[in-house]
């Protein structure tokens, strides 16, 4: 788990049967505005590891950046170690790019794709990344200190009239949301197809439910069927009072149907998308504004 913090540190964490195992913090030299990670379980000198990579956005800088860090986490480190302790991680590669880095998530095959408050989307790959990992897995520390893995532009859309907020990616398909209320998808192709006009106030985030299936929040939670450009959901769950918005929503894993919501009021909603009257539960979790 990443926490971005105040300005330029990042706090680690390894978690293990739901119980905090360890802790890391470091410093990035950037202010971070969105953290993206990614790891890979490896037989690495003769013991069983992790590595990682962690990607860092920043923003509000006069040269903004999106940086790689790699890390361990070894179950033998040594006496009086946690377990599952992450290293400290190091950076291994970095990029600049336009606008504050608002979002990022990794796609397979050693690629990132990040969203930015110009309205930018860009879909990085990250040469050198299956190689730097190969060279951890063999034990040769000295390649690995020299190893640095590059960036390269793959594709890049502005289609938003404002910030992007959100991103989430399936496969090779990613969906985008942002400050003018429209949902962008953007397959391997160079087009993207857009809805304009999907909410009339800011999407905060997005997530695929299946295959041309994604919920956004907003307004409420909307489910839209992205085989066709129609801007209307096929689903809406309402929030439970006037004035009050969705700000965060989180798909099920392995049940789609289900859904949690964060709303404006602080309150936490779970729905079961074949009833779309009443949501499951609802619990008022946060004084706070918004979730």
Known sequence: FFFPRVFSAIMMLGVRD??????QVWSTG???HSVACSS????A????????VVAVGSGEEVRNTISLWGYATRKDLGAGTPEHFPTKPRQIAQ???????????????????SGHTNGMV??????????????????????????????????QWNRHRGAVTSISVMDDNVVSVGEDGAICLFGPGPHAQVIKGAEPVIMHAVQWMASKRVATA???????????????????????ARGVFVQSLSVHPTIPTYIASGES???????????????????????????
């Not at 890979?40 to 037989?43: D, G, P, R």
């Not at 307004?219 to 085989?227: E, G, P, T």
């Open 95 to 113: 990029t600049p790019c336009d606008g504050d880095v608002a979002c990022m998530q990794f796609l397979r095959g050693s690629r990132l794709v």
């Open 122 to 155: 860009v879909i990085h790959r990250i040469l050198g990344l299956q190689d730097h990992i190969d060279t951890y897995r063999d034990g040769d520390e000295e390649q690995l200190a020299s190893d640095s893995p590059r960036f390269e532009t793959m594709g």
């Open 40 to 43: 890979e379980a490896v037989n």
């Open 218 to 240: 907003g307004s409420a939670v909307k489910i839209w069927d992205l085989n066709t450009d129609s801007a209307r959901p096929v689903i809406t769950l309402l929030p439970s």
């Open 18 to 23: 739901g119980e905090r195992s360890a802790a």
């Open 265 to 291: 009021s602080g309150a936490v909603c779970v729905w079961d998308t074949r009833n779309t009257a009443y949501p499951l539960t609802r619990k008022d979790m946060h004084t706070g504004p918004g979730i």
């Open 45 to 52: 000198h003769s013991r069983q590891s992790t590595y990682g």
């Open 30 to 32: 950037v202010k971070v």
